[in-house]
Antibody, heavy 120, light 106 residues
Framework: EVQLVESGGGLVQPGGSLRLSCAAS????????MHWVRQAPGKGLVWISR????????AYADSVKGRFTVSRDNAKNTLYLQMNSLRADDTAVYYC?????????????WGQGTLVTVSS | DIQMTQSPSTLSASVGDRVTITCRAS??????LAWYQQTPGKAPKVLIY???SLDTGVPSRFSGSGSGTEFTLTISSLQPDDFATYYC????????FGQGTKVEIK
């Protein structure tokens, strides 16, 4: 069974940092592009980052560019999101998601999400 | 960024109803469109990709159509599990989502 499990969320003060992890199992992780998508409380879905299968070509939404860094460890089947200079509007559930196929940029499946709350 | 606009924002329907949700793109996205279903407290789940391809395991009452800038998701006969929020998402360029359509019980 394909499974994605996020961890690392929590409460952080504005300006602080947090690193999210996404542990993958049930598929050959190194063959797939991976994504991060977030959802603020009661709001819609927003794509924020992707990384290709070998980790060389990350991409970011403008809202997080320069503050967030996506990476992966294919030996550990794990995706990461380093979040720096966090702001209140970064408060959201963060989902990792596998790419549909070959860099198609649709998402299947998704992890269960991890909540990040930025507040003093 | 390509803007995605869904209509309606909320839809009230009964079990057995035929339901149609529309998604419009601010520019042509060919058929690079996916549809997702999300129930409260859960992660989204893909239903349709490439505008009309049904994902594995998705019931055949769901169908997608369209190309260019206008797309539809149709549920042929609404079931109790289908009361949820639905999102369209384009992937012609960096991914963007519609604002969502909540399907609620009439």
């Amino acid at each position: 069974e394909v499974q994605l499990v996020e961890s690392g969320g929590g409460l952080v003060q504005p300006g602080g940092s947090l690193r999210l992890s996404c542990a993958a199992s049930g598929f050959t992780f190194s063959r797939y592009w991976m994504h991060w998508v977030r959802q603020a409380p009661g709001k819609g879905l927003v794509w924020i980052s992707r990384i290709n299968s070998d980790g060389i070509s990350p991409a970011y939404a403008d809202s997080v560019k320069g503050r967030f860094t996506v990476s992966r460890d294919n030996a550990k089947n794990t995706l990461y999101l380093q979040m720096n200079s966090l702001r209140a509007d970064d408060t959201a559930v963060y989902y990792c998601a596998r790419d549909g196929y070959g860099g198609a940029n649709w998402f299947d499946p998704w992890g269960q999400g991890t909540l990040v709350t930025v507040s003093s | 960024d390509i803007q995605m606009t869904q209509s309606p924002s909320t839809l009230s329907a009964s079990v057995g109803d035929r339901v149609t949700i529309t998604c419009r793109a601010s520019q042509s996205i060919r058929t690079w469109l996916a549809w997702y279903q999300q129930t409260p407290g859960k992660a989204p789940k893909v239903l349709i990709y490439d505008a009309s391809s049904l994902d594995t395991g998705v019931p055949s009452r769901f169908s997608g159509s369209g190309s260019g800038t206008e797309f539809t998701l149709t549920i042929s006969s609404l079931q109790p599990d289908d009361f949820a929020t639905y999102y369209c998402q384009q992937y012609n360029s960096y991914p963007t989502f519609g604002q969502g359509t909540k399907v609620e019980i009439k």
